[in-house]
């Protein structure tokens, strides 16, 4: 069994444009997506995609359904099967076990607590609109901060009496028990055996929703000044709610983020409140807190553009350059608005409708880049010990972009606007990634100790997504390594080409050149046909992100393999493609010789790249002969343990595995030349 948590994790991650687009090819129709049905003989396109409500629909067979529900028809697996087709495409650990008398206490309080939660929504919602307190204060409240009855509906606001404990009193009646208040923060004390009270008394309520619009906790503001209380009062951290990875107004906001492609990133509830009123609705709130990696994630899954709305004036502007660097790191676009002095989204939205806010935002949002750059310049005038702490600064936010082209624009940017060589900033960004890589490092050698102290304990059920990758070593590794090489330094280089002589005239003249006649494929065209026919992949984590990355560029004629990988964002992958570009990387046995005994040293860079048809198909075969080998040897492993009854079927897998190794070995005995 797979317990609930990592089925409700799977199910969170899966992306219905990444699942699909494995198996269909589909192009943007509108706000969605649109390819041949893959269930049914379709000539014209009819299986549509939505990013927004997660879903495929094909409206000629009429199949489609969720992420897990399309691979579970596509590829005819089970439910937990399409469970772990998932999980391991997300990188999501899976650990099936027989459930404990605990974990299937835990998995039935999480399904309670949810349940409670969605009856204390009505209740609040109710005791706003029919209450006598909640229509003279909340409703009163609402209606003067300028809120429509039908926006307090939408986000299905509420109100909580002054009584100490009124809706603690109506949930017990209505047969909710007291750890599930607790454990939800309805309620609070009850220490020693006294009586629960309620944690949002007099207070109006603002409901959190999950992506899928699941309450997974709730705001209070109070209403009255009272002395060493906080204006605002929310949820505390539980099974169910983890503050770090929720986002404000994302339920009503993503389908409108994807039809906008961007999204507005505010502070606080009625920030998104006003805003929805205005007509705005692709815009959602951190809740006050800095941005996480979890809040980022949710924000890309439906657009790539995010402009943060601040206050013009001086906390504003410091808020804006607080968390932003995430946003970089993690790929988004990002742009800031400063709004005039005095206004928050709140009250600026209410002053305009939306045709008027979209022309505010267009003429003043600026990439967030030339923003800090501008800012800081402002700020340090002609102090020269001032002038250098602020260029690290903005090349340390530079540094984090993932994209080699956006950041490579950036630097221009930047150069122009401080007035320096390029190259400085260029060796600056190096020394920050070098800084990244070692404590990346660290953090791996620490993440490495801690799993050799654990790992006698069972391991526990969750994902390592977040955790720096660790990478041990495999008798795979070497010719992984061999291919990644030439995947990085030739990428979408032909692996040969075939010149003929042909006569021209030129005046009176007949010119004789040389044509290109034929063409093979790209190098890393060449190796992902080779080895996806024989379903073989890279077993090395961080090989496979490389040569995924190349395989995504390889149609892109453009595309310079190895400037891309030596100018990536993460360290660990520079740093290798510098190794492999490197003269000094060392080459198999086999490679080195063939390189040196024909040419020497010197001249096998050039060799080596006019002789690619002979050498990339030689590493793979190399990869694919060592894979045969490896399974040979289990068999012969599973042969030795006595009587099977399936002890015919591995001779016979045995059998065909030995002839595969003869095909390969008379072809690593000869020099491959090979022609696609």
Known sequence: MIDQITIARIQDAAQIMDIVSDFVTLRRRGVNWVGLCPFHDDRTPSFYVSPSKNICKCFACGEGGSPIHFVMKHEQLSYYEALKYVARKYGIEVIEKEFTDEEKQAQSDRESMFILNEYARDYFVKTLHNHPEGKAVGLTYFRERGFRDDIV?????????????????????????????????????????????????????????????????????????????????????????????????????????????????????????????????????????????????????????????????????????????????????????????????????????AEDFHRYISENEVDFIRFKTQLLLEEVGDDPVKRAGMISNVVESIALIPNSITRSVYIQDCSRLLNMQERVLISEINKITKRIYERKQEQNDKEIARNEKQKQSAPSPGTNEGKPRVFSKNPFDKYELEILRYVVRYGNTPIYQKFEKQKRKEGKNVVEEDVLVEEGLGVTEFVHFDLERDNICFSNELYRQMFEEAVAHMKDAQFDSGRYFLSHSDPQVSKLASELMSDRYHLSKIHARILGEEMGDKRSRLLERNLLNSYVPRATTELKNFYVLQKIEELKEEMKSGDRDDYVTLITRLKQLQEMKKVLAKELGERIVLKY
């Open 153 to 353: 509906k939408k986000f299905q606001l509420g109100y909580s009496c002054e009584q100490r404990d009124a809706f603690t009193v109506e949930a017990q009646k209505a047969g909710y028990k007291r750890d599930y208040l607790l454990k939800t923060g309805l309620s609070a004390g009850g220490e020693h055996n006294q009586p629960l009270v309620d944690r949002f008394r007099g207070r109006v309520i603002f409901p959190v929703h999950t992506l899928s619009g699941k309450v997974v906790a709730f705001g209070g503001r109070i209403l009255k000044k009272v002395e060493n209380v906080g204006k605002y009062v929310n949820s505390p951290e539980s099974e169910i709610y983890s503050k770090s990875n929720e986002l404000y107004g994302i339920y009503f906001a993503k389908s409108a983020i994807v039809k906008q492609d961007k999204c507005f990133l505010v502070e606080g509830y009625t920030d998104v409140i006003s805003m929805h009123q205005a007509g705005i609705e692709n815009v959602v709130s951190s809740s006050g807190t800095a941005l996480t990696h979890g809040q980022i994630r949710m924000i890309h899954r439906f657009s790539e553009n995010i402009t943060l709305l601040y206050d013009g004036d001086a906390a504003g502007i410091k808020a804006a350059l607080r968390g932003i660097d995430l946003l970089l790191e993690d790929g988004l676009n990002v742009k800031v608005v400063l709004l005039p002095p005095g206004e928050d989204p709140d009250s600026f939205a209410k002053k305009q409708n």
